[in-house]
């Protein structure tokens, strides 16, 4: 007689399962796929400028932000390294090379000590096969970062370069934005020219788009941060 096996969700911290049903994208899940996805990686933290994926190198690996945040930077041929992305809590890494086995063709690193999951791509295909409605059920979860991702590329071909820099420090104030007294603060260290490769623009561009908004009190940098003074300023900039 043939038995029939029935799925067993793993075992998983409570306090891991929380912590990721708090993030909108995981919270939407059912409780068996979200239990199914914490099951398949463990906890892993990554101090500052230590790296979870390397240029060229493969992965085997997918990384939900759990604290922290992480920077994501790409090496040209002409020795350059430019920032293509920073990730916050709540944020999926590494989708396609993780799940394809194949080298990153970008370095992902701690911006700041962060705690990760790192979900093992052996084990979640695993799960996948115990559970198969855990695919469509993750299929928004991994493939929100794609079309953020082709929207920057967008802007980055039709909006010049002060609405892109707006647009930037919008998505910075609304993703990890404080309320500060004189406005919202972004707690995310940036050079010159970090912002100015996310932006796709030269740091010189860089130094006199933000000295002016700083003396029209748009937005103030600090060494930890920028203060967004004007934000009704700021969005009026983004459709230039």
């Known amino acids: 007689m043939n038995q029939v096996v029935a799925s067993v969700e793993p075992m998983v911290d409570q306090a ?9 994208l995981y919270g939407a899940l ?11 990686g463990v906890t892993r933290l990554v101090r500052k400028g230590e ?24 090496s040209l041929s002409n020795g350059r390294s430019i920032l293509l992305a920073l990730f916050n809590p709540g944020d999926l890494v590494g989708v396609a090379a993780g799940l394809g086995s194949r080298a990153s063709d970008s370095t992902v690193e701690a911006l700041e000590s962060s705690l990760c999951l790192e979900v093992l791509r052996q084990s979640l295909l695993e799960s996948m096969a115990q559970l198969p409605q855990l695919l469509g059920d993750l299929l928004p979860v991994l493939t929100h970062r794609v079309a953020e991702c082709s929207n920057c590329a967008i802007e980055g071909t039709f909006f010049r370069v002060e609405p892109r820099f707006a647009r930037l420090f919008v998505r910075l104030a609304d993703s990890v934005g404080k309320p500060r007294s004189g406005g919202t603060f972004i707690p995310v260290s940036l050079s010159r020219q970090d912002l100015a ?6 740091i010189e561009t860089s130094i006199r788009i933000l000295s002016r908004w700083g003396k029209d009190k748009v937005i103030e940098t600090f060494p930890d941060g920028f203060l967004v003074h004007d934000r009704e300023a700021l969005n009026g900039l983004c459709g230039g």
């Not at 891991?16 to 909108?24: H, I, V």
């Not at 059912?30 to 398949?40: T, W």
């Not at 490769?197 to 030269?202: F, L, Q």
């Open 16 to 24: 891991l399962l929380e912590r990721l049903a708090a993030f909108p």
């Open 197 to 202: 490769d996310m932006a796709g623009t030269t």
């Open 30 to 40: 059912p409780p068996e796929s979200l239990a199914r996805l914490a099951g398949s």
């Open 51 to 74: 790296a979870v994926l390397q240029q060229g190198e493969p992965s085997t690996s997918l990384f939900i932000v759990l604290t922290g945040r992480l920077k994501m930077t790409r």
